[in-house]
């Protein structure tokens, strides 16, 4: 025989009944089974409120009253809706609309008897919740009979038998056990129906079971006669390996064991109240957690032993609403008695203890309790205490509040090494700070107290690590979206299924900007239309899109700036502060003062997230990348010669007697070589700064001002007040501009906008290269870096291709979140 229980929401709606008696008519095909039903999905708190109402003289009781009544009527008229047509539904129907009626002008009798009284005892209150469950499983019997379903009513009052502790009545098995033998023996019927929750004292009055009281009925018929499996349907698929509200990617558990389910229900999966299922659990019946709305899904099965070549972390859970207490002073070390004290006060206040850690220095005693508990726990604890604070002997109770507790559960941790290892690393590396620890000799929990919001990052980081099979997700919050920007995101659009699949890395653009407009998406934005979520998105500001950022707090979060702005170059301390890697193409930061430059490597360091900006030098080159490897091996750099400007090697390749410099400079920024003003570039600045990155990398502590940097362009070009003003002096002085590409041919030499790094100096400048150095055939907007080095002094290591554009910029850009991913 199986026991099946059914919750409010299974029974909520007409809807969900008829898919309970599918499910009762499938599962009696092959054995008698035992029904019990909760009140209709709502009806219990509603059944409180109007007796709240009623006995506060609160006239509003009716409508509460009448809220009832029409909840339960349209059950009725859903479940009976075709019984115009059919002589014994439509009497049927009549006869269920009677009784409900009946039980209804009962319920109301009483409600007004509270009213007038002005009074709500816990007897008179479990008569009154008795109602809920009394209604559903009158209907849901008669509908069965209605549908010709061999299907016996059997009030559970008459088999539990409690004592008189109202609301929370405590079973009599003696009594309870025989009572359900004796009437389980005589039946024969295919399907037996009882309500839950509900009893009888010992007197013959109303009681009812408490918490998780249908749950519990259940259970105690199962384990009266042995039943061979107890089936508990709800309105999901199961318990989950974590709160699957939090962590999209949680999914049911197939198998648990009693100790596993009774961990994870106690942190936090609300699909089992564990006292509920105690009978069972001695039984070793097993439990099935099946799901009414979807009855294939395969559910949870809880049973002694579970199978033992299952993964040794079944689930992640968590407690809300934790507030932290610290006892600790000197005076406690060596000195027996002040846990004794501390516990029995908080026992004899009621007050429940969630977790205890005890440092091995005995200094102090921390504890975890509902933050609803934590003032009155203050104030007991302090007065007791009272004594031993004013001597100093120990400090007042310190109370931290806002926490939650996460847990890592499953029975066979205990034989792994490392799942604690990689607990805390994963919240370490995702910036989720500790603030207490719980394991027990089991083995079986090892819980963390942590601030509450990061709970949403630690469940999404743990449950990554343990269950995804090692999939990463990148959360990318990018600004810029222009030419490199747009790039980058068609890129990431493109590779993403391919990362994932062979690289199991999972890159989600949380949140965009420009100038104008942003936008963020804890789901990710559709790249498919980016374009239109920016435009409609809220107006952008630096700050704003920080806050979004560090509200969402999800873990690998990584900031891109693709932009050419210092404000945004300035921002990135408080990114890195909240452990939000940096991702930079724009070279203020790192040609900016050299504090600020220094202070965003430490930052990175200390708050372990990556900052990088190998796109400063040579766009998607690995310059940066490559100079730190030789630097970090020990190498020691001596000499750097290179053409570090794109765009300039692009308008001097392309200069000559038969162009224009006007055209070729032009055509140098539509091909999207030059910065977003090209004068940064045509004045030498963009190369200098590039030079001055490699020069610090190199571990020299130069500022930009420290740089010899020879300029070509014209005073006037130098001093237009704007970048069409610049244009119009390139026009303007076509002649100098022809005179120094004369002067070069005239020697057979290449013009070429060269930097250089000796002995702790930089300098940028123009250059006649001659045949046969390797900058003379640079071609097109290629760049070239040569590093000589103690380890390469003759011969150096060179690094050469194209060094400008958006679309090897944005590749650069995608190699170092690739890096972050990888770390
Ligand atoms: N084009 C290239 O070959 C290379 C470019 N870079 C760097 O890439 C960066 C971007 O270059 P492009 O895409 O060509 O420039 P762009 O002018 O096309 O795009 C810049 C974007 O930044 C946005 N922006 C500016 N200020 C902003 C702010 N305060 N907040 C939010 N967004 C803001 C603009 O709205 C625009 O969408 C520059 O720093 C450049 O030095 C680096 C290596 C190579
Ligand atoms: N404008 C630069 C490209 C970005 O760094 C160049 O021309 O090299």
Not at 30 to 36: H, M, Q, R, S
Not at 106 to 126: A, F, Q, R, V
Not at 270 to 284: C, D, E, F
Not at 310 to 334: D, R, W
Request: one cysteine or more.
């Amino acid at each position: 025989m199986k026991i099946l229980k059914f919750g409010g929401t299974s029974v909520g709606s007409a809807e969900n009944i008829n898919k309970v008696i599918s499910i009762l008519e499938q599962q009696s095909k092959d054995t008698n089974i035992a029904v019990v039903v909760s009140a209709v999905g709502g009806i219990t708190d509603k059944l409180l409120e109007a007796a709240n109402l009623a006995c506060n003289k609160d006239l509003e009781y009716k409508q509460t009253y009448n809220a009832i009544w029409s909840q339960h009527s349209k059950v009725i008229e859903g479940l009976f809706e075709n019984s115009d047509h059919d002589k014994n539904l439509k009497k049927s129907h009549e006869a269920l609309y009677d009784l409900i009626s009946e039980k209804l002008n009962e319920l109301k009798s009483l409600l007004d008897g509270i009213y007038l009284i002005n009074e709500l005892s816990p007897k008179t209150k479990d008569k009154l919740l008795s109602f809920g469950e009394a209604l559903s499983s009158t209907i849901i019997y008669h509908t069965l009979k209605s549908r010709q379903v061999d299907v016996a009513y059997k009030n559970a009052q008459e088999l539990i038998v409690t004592d008189s502790n109202f609301n929370n009545a405590i079973v009599n098995f003696e009594i309870t056990n025989i009572n359900i033998q004796l009437y389980f023996n005589s039946n024969s019927n295919a399907i037996v129906l009882l309500p839950g929750f509900v009893s009888k004292s010992v007197h013959g009055e109303i009681t009812t079971l408490g918490r998780g009281g249908s749950d519990y009925t259940a259970a105690i018929i199962a384990a009266a006669i042995d039943a061979d499996e107890l089936q508990i349907w709800t309105d999901v698929s199961g318990m989950y390996t974590t709160n699957p509200k939090l962590v999209k990617q949680a999914a049911p558990i197939v198998e648990l064991s009693y100790q596993e389910a009774v961990e994870l229900s106690h942190f936090g999966a609300k699909v089992l109240y564990p006292p509920t299922v105690m009978p069972v659990l001695k039984k070793k019946i097993p439990i099935v957690i099946k799901n009414t709305l979807d009855p294939e899904a395969l559910g949870t099965t809880i049973t002694e032993n579970t199978q033992p070549n299952g993964s040794p972390v079944k689930g992640i859970s968590n407690i809300e609403n934790i507030a932290l207490l610290t006892l600790q002073g000197n005076g406690m070390v060596g000195v027996p008695g002040f846990g004794k004290r501390l516990f029995e006060t908080l026992a004899q206040e009621k007050i429940n203890i969630v977790l205890i850690t005890q440092s091995s220095s005995e200094h102090s005693i921390c504890f975890g309790i509902s933050d609803n508990d934590a003032k009155r726990a203050k104030e007991v604890i302090d007065t007791v205490f009272e004594y031993e604070i004013q001597l100093l002997k120990i400090d007042p109770i310190i109370v931290e509040t806002d926490l939650s507790i996460i847990a890592v559960i499953g029975d066979k941790m205990k034989n792994h090494q490392g799942i604690s290892g990689k607990m805390f690393s994963t919240l370490g590396k995702n910036n989720v700070n500790i603030r207490a620890i719980a394991q027990g000799a089991s083995e079986r929990n090892i819980s963390a107290i942590i601030h509450k919001n990061d709970v949403k990052k630690a469940l999404n980081s743990l449950h990554e690590q343990f269950f995804e099979i090692k999939t990463k997700q990148i959360n990318l919050f990018i600004t810029g979206v222009g030419n490199v920007g747009e790039r980058l995101i068609e890129q990431i659009h493109q590779q993403k299924s391919y990362l994932k699949e062979n690289f199991k890395i999972s890159l989600k653009i949380a949140g965009l900007s420009n100038s104008r407009t942003m936008v963020v998406n804890d789901d990710g934005i559709n790249l498919k239309h980016w374009k239109q979520q920016l435009e409609n998105g809220e107006k952008a500001s630096l700050k704003g899109f920080l806050n979004h950022v560090k509200k969402l707090n999800l873990r690998n979060s990584v900031f891109v700036d693709i932009t050419a702005n210092d404000a945004v170059a300035n921002i990135y301390g408080d990114y890195l502060k909240h452990s939000i890697s940096v991702v930079a193409c724009n070279k203020i930061a790192c040609s900016g003062n050299i504090e600020y430059y220094n202070e965003l490597k430490i930052l990175s360091r200390q708050y372990n997230a990556a900052f990088l900006f190998e796109t400063n030098v040579g766009a998607g080159l690995p310059v940066i990348d490559t100079l730190n490897h030789l630097v970090t091996s020990g190498d020691k750099i001596n000499t750097i010669q290179a053409v570090l400007s794109g765009s300039l090697n692009f308008i001097f390749n392309n200069f000559n007697a038969e162009t224009t410099f006007y055209d070729v400079v032009k055509q140098a920024q539509e091909e999207g070589y030059t910065e977003p003003d090209p004068r940064i570039d045509l004045s030498g600045i963009d190369v200098a700064r590039k030079v001055l990155i490699l020069a610090r990398e190199s571990g020299h502590a130069l500022e930009l001002s420290d740089l010899e940097s020879d300029n070509f362009l014209t005073n006037d070009a130098m001093e237009a007040a704007s970048v069409e003003d610049f244009f119009k002096t390139l026009i303007k002085d076509e002649t100098y501009y022809q005179s120094l590409f004369k002067s070069a041919e005239d020697k057979n030499c290449q013009l070429k906008f060269v930097a250089e790094f000796n002995n702790g100096k930089a300098k940028v400048g123009l250059q006649e290269i001659p045949e046969g150095h390797p900058f003379y055939n640079l071609k097109g907007k290629d760049n070239i870096v040569m590093f000589y080095t103690q380890r390469y002094p003759e011969q150096p290591m060179i690094i050469k291709g194209a060094g400008a554009g958006a679309d090897v910029t944005a590749s650069g850009l995608f190699a170092d979140i690739i890096r972050i991913a990888n770390n």
